[in-house]
């Protein structure tokens, strides 16, 4: 290929140059990690897959429904009791969900976190979608997205914010 | 003896193993040579642009991930800046500065995986592939440092961006800018002399420069054709007036030349972000911009350089919370219509090259 100008040197050293870079690499440290038996730590604001709720933050002003663009967030409320609606139903369907985390950004009180668990293989649709209940009962691993650390009982607002308010 | 033969058709794709994604390449064949080609595509349509039509405007930054998703912060940058030309609102200078920061991240990610890609298709099975992967995974750990995912990064917001950048972000971005040179080099010492390379990418594909205008092709397509045309530096968006660097072109614009603009780029991109590291203001990173946006009505658009070309994005309010009209100016496609020119005369083989020096995305071709 000498009229290529570049290989002129000697056909099959640019080829030779190639091998060698990859025998370089059977000396450098491995990249990859065996999955299943070994895990690479989750950066802090990692998005993961299952949405942390706060029932005891929740006002149920339903800012968060109403950010969701996939509407995968379902709250049904009855109330308004002092200074917070009832939450009568929370929903996440997750096989919808795209992790875009605004509902995280949205939530006035940090209510809602995303988390850091990213392993959420079902064998039926049903099963993604998370109830109240599930919700509530599940390990809470929040991730630091959007608010920087979950605090710890804080303080409710005087009074439930209105719709005109929140948005 | 002259033997009689008639054209027939051969149909690359939709599911092919050397084609990127869902596309179709109809090609009209005498023997092994293309006399006609035809691309076909619209099989990962999603009515992205119509779906836009029904989500308030912040709703509609996760979509623009979902589009050209090896460069997910760059569609933000393009979206959001013509909410923001719209709205009348300005980010605040560190968010600029960020923005840089993710677009150059986003270009070398998208780059590297051009690159390895073209490789690929060239026949170096993988193996290529997988030392651009290597680095590109190092950028895909920044970006899920800052904004919590690796591809759809959903990190810009009109007036800024979603939240600062972590501490650990600076001194990782600074061991990444010192080691990235040395890996581009390795790059280009697979290909640079590579006789097989040479052989099956020199001349092949020419795109000559005035077709390459008359198209509307831009990015490393353009570029490579040697037209010196980069929106960085003729309509400077964010903070690129305060950077140098150089917008490296082709001359024959040819597979090679393609190649080799891209390999540059990479080598300028680090010296961009080298630059806005050092110059990295503190402050407010996100201006206050109401939840639900409601900007008056009227039309802006707003481009970028993307690392596949001129990314526009042009939004028509009504003054309702939605946008009324939502048009992308999608710089895969664009370069796309350029491929019946390239492949017209050469083998199949050749056609497929061509094809992965165009270097597209279906999710953005589609959309």
Not at chain 1, 78 to 93: A, C, I, M, Y
Not at chain 1, 99 to 122: H, N, Q, W
Not at chain 2, 305 to 332: N, Q, W
Request: proline content about 6%.
């Amino acid at each position: 290929m000498a009229q290529n100008g570049e290989g002129s040197r000697g056909f099959g050293l640019g080829i030779l140059k190639g091998f060698a870079l990859t025998a370089v690499h059977l000396f450098r440290r491995r990249f990859t990690i065996l999955y299943p038996e070994k895990r690479l730590p989750v950066p802090r604001r990692i998005r993961g897959t299952e949405l942390v709720w706060y029932v005891d933050r929740c006002t149920g002003c339903a800012t968060c429904a109403k950010t969701c663009h996939q509407g995968v967030i379902k709250i049904v409320t009855s109330g308004p009791e002092g200074n917070r609606f009832h939450v009568d139903k929370f929903e996440v369907d997750t096989g919808y969900c795209i992790f875009c985390g605004l509902c995280v950004e949205a939530c006035p009180f940090d209510a809602i976190f995303m988390s850091t668990e990213y392993e959420r293989g079902k064998y039926r649709r049903e099963d993604l979608v998370m109830s109240k209940e599930m919700l509530m009962a599940a390990d809470k691993h929040p991730s630091a997205y959007y608010h920087p650390q979950p605090v710890p009982g804080v303080a409710l607002p005087e009074k439930v914010p209105s719709i005109e308010e929140t948005w | 003896m002259a033997i009689k033969t008639e054209p027939f058709v051969v149909n690359v794709g939709p599911q092919h193993p050397s084609t990127h994604g869902v596309f179709r390449m109809r090609m009209v064949m005498d023997g092994e040579t293309i006399v006609d080609m035809e691309p076909v595509f619209g099989y990962l349509h999603r009515g992205v642009e119509k779906i836009g039509e029904t989500r308030t405007y912040t709703g509609c930054i996760p979509l623009t991930d979902r589009m050209d998703y090896l460069s997910a912060p760059a569609n933000n940058l393009a979206y959001v800046m013509a909410v923001e030309k719209l709205a009348g609102v300005k980010a605040p200078e560190r968010a600029q500065y960020i923005r840089v920061i993710m677009g150059e991240l986003a270009r070398l990610a998208s780059h590297s995986m051009a690159v390895g890609s073209f490789l690929n298709d060239l026949g170096a099975m993988a193996t290529p592939l997988v030392y651009m992967w290597r680095e590109r995974e190092k950028i895909l750990d920044l970006l899920e440092m800052t904004c919590g995912q690796r591809l759809t990064s959903n990190y810009m917001r009109v007036g800024g961006v979603s939240q600062d950048l972590p501490e650990e972000f600076t001194p990782a971005v600074k061991k990444f800018v010192v080691e990235m040179p040395r890996f581009i080099d390795e790059y280009d010492q697979l290909i640079k002399d590579n006789e097989i390379v040479l052989a099956r990418t020199k001349g092949v594909g020419v795109l000559s420069k005035e077709m390459a205008v008359s198209i509307g092709a831009s990015g490393p397509v353009l570029r490579g054709s040697g037209v010196k045309w980069d929106i960085r530096k003729s309509d400077p968006y964010a903070v690129y007036d305060r950077m140098q660097f150089d917008i490296p072109t082709g001359t024959a614009g040819d597979c090679y030349d393609r190649y080799r603009v891209r390999v540059e780029e990479m080598r300028q991109s680090v010296r961009i972000l080298e630059q806005a590291l050092a110059q990295l203001p503190q402050g407010e990173v996100r201006a206050k911009v109401p939840q639900r946006l409601r900007p008056p009505a009227g039309a802006a658009y707003g481009h970028i350089e993307g690392p596949k070309g001129e990314l526009g994005f042009y939004v028509v309010s009504d003054g309702s919370v939605a946008p009324y009209r939502f048009h992308i100016r999608a710089p895969s496609l664009i370069n796309l219509s350029a491929l019946r020119e390239m492949v017209i005369g050469w083998k199949i083989a050749d056609a497929i090259v061509t094809f992965g020096s165009i270097d597209i995305c279906l999710g953005e071709v589609d959309r």
